[in-house]
């Protein structure tokens, strides 16, 4: 997935604020975006650690990351 794809479905998210929409690669991590905390929440699923980001470009910065490493292996 592009860097582009990951910043159009977190604009997406955003848009759909009040909404619960969880995005999820099964078994590695899944992306939901809080309207309280005005952020996007990346759950690790192995130790479940919440990673939260502030705005898109530093979100998709690190999916993107996230993902090729994992593609890489």
Do not use: C, W
Not at 22 to 46: C, D
Request: aromatic share 8%; proline share 3%; glycine share 4%.
């Amino acid at each position: 997935m592009g860097i582009d794809e990951i910043k159009k479905m977190l604009s997406n998210l955003m848009e759909y604020e009040d909404s619960r929409i969880t995005h999820s690669v099964p078994g590695l991590i899944e992306l939901t975006y809080s309207k309280e905390a005005q952020s996007f929440q990346v759950t690790t699923l192995v130790d479940g650690e919440i990673s939260p980001y502030y705005d898109v470009n530093t979100a998709s910065q690190a999916l993107y990351t996230l993902l090729n490493a994992i593609k890489k292996e």
